[in-house]
C-alpha cells in the first residue's frame, strides 16, 4: 500500500502540558485506520496538526508525500485531506441542502462579476452543484431532511450531513473525530456500513477519532492506541485487544 499520510515525530507542548510527544505513525491508501486512547491521549491534537488547525512545536505531517506543515486548512483541505469536528459544524439557519452547497461555493470557478449579473456559465454551474450536493446527500441516505433546518437533526443525523458536505470535495483522506457520540446501537451500525461503502465505492481513506470502541473494532483496517502524546501500541483489532500495555492502560486492569 501507498503512505498517504505520515505523521513523525510530533511535539506539541502547552506550557509543559505536552498534548503530543514524538507521536508517529500512518495511513495507507484506502485504509481505514482507527486512532484510540483515554481522555487526553492527544488524538484530536494529532487531527488539528494535520488539518493545519495547530502548529506542532516539532515534528512532521506529509500528505501524499508532500510536507505540509505549516500550510493554511484551506490549502491542506485542496490537497484532498478533510477533517470533520466533534462539535457541528452546521450552520444555523439554514436547510440541510443549503448547507450541503456551501461546501461547494468555495470551489466555484465562476468570477465575482458572473455572480453578480447571473451569467449563463454561472447559472450552468449553480445548476451542476445543486446536483452533485443532491447526489451526495442521497448517497448517504438523508436527502429526505433536505429541506430541514440542518440544525434541527439529530447530533448524529448532522454528523452524517458534515460527512456527506466534506465528500463534495473528493478527498483522498477524511480525518472523522468521534463521529459516533450519542449514536443508538441500529445508528452505530449504519455509520460503519457508511463508512465501509465510501471507503468501497468512492477510494477514500479514514482516520477515525473515536471512543465507542465497537465502532471502530468493527471497521477499522488497523488501529493505533495512544497515551500522553505518544502512539503505545498498533495492529489489527485482535491484536490490539489482546495486547497487554493495551489492557492496562487503555483498558484498564479489570479487563486483563
Known amino acids: 500500500m501507498n503512505r498517504l499520510l505520515e505523521v513523525q515525530d510530533l511535539t506539541l507542548d502547552f506550557g509543559g502540558f505536552k498534548a503530543l510527544d514524538g507521536a508517529s505513525f500512518e495511513v495507507n491508501e484506502g485504509e481505514i485506520v482507527g486512532l484510540i486512547g483515554p481522555n487526553g491521549a492527544g488524538k484530536t491534537s494529532v487531527i488539528n496538526v494535520a488539518s493545519g488547525y495547530q502548529p506542532a ?12 506543515d505549516g500550510k493554511s486548512p484551506d490549502a491542506i483541505a485542496r490537497k484532498g485531506l478533510r477533517r470533520t469536528f466533534q ?13 450541503m452547497l456551501t461546501g461547494l461555493h468555495a470551489s466555484s470557478s465562476a468570477g465575482i462579476l458572473a455572480a453578480a449579473f447571473s451569467t449563463r456559465g454561472m447559472r450552468r454551474e449553480e445548476d451542476a452543484m445543486k446536483e452533485e450536493a443532491w447526489e451526495a446527500l442521497c ?29 463534495l470535495a473528493r478527498p483522498r483522506l477524511l480525518m472523522l473525530d468521534e463521529p459516533a457520540v450519542g449514536l443508538s446501537l441500529p445508528r452505530l451500525e449504519e455509520l460503519a456500513a457508511l463508512l465501509q461503502r465510501i471507503r468501497a465505492e468512492k477510494k477514500i481513506a479514514f482516520l477515525l477519532v473515536e471512543h465507542v470502541l465497537k465502532l471502530v473494532m468493527n471497521v477499522s483496517d488497523r488501529v493505533i492506541v495512544m497515551n500522553a502524546g505518544r502512539k503505545i501500541a498498533q495492529g489489527t483489532p485482535a491484536e490490539v485487544t489482546r495486547d497487554p500495555h493495551v489492557i492496562e492502560i487503555y483498558l484498564g486492569r479489570q479487563h486483563a
Not at 87 to 99: H, K
Not at 145 to 150: H, P
Open 139 to 167: 448517497f448517504v441516505g438523508m436527502e429526505q431532511f433536505a429541506d430541514r433546518l440542518g440544525t434541527a437533526l439529530s447530533f448524529g443525523q448532522q454528523r452524517t450531513i458534515e460527512i456527506a458536505r466534506a465528500l
Open 57 to 68: 512545536h516539532a515534528g512532521s505531517v506529509r500528505f501524499a508525500g508532500e510536507v505540509i
Open 87 to 99: 462539535t457541528s459544524q452546521l450552520f444555523g439557519g439554514m436547510t440541510v441542502f443549503e448547507n
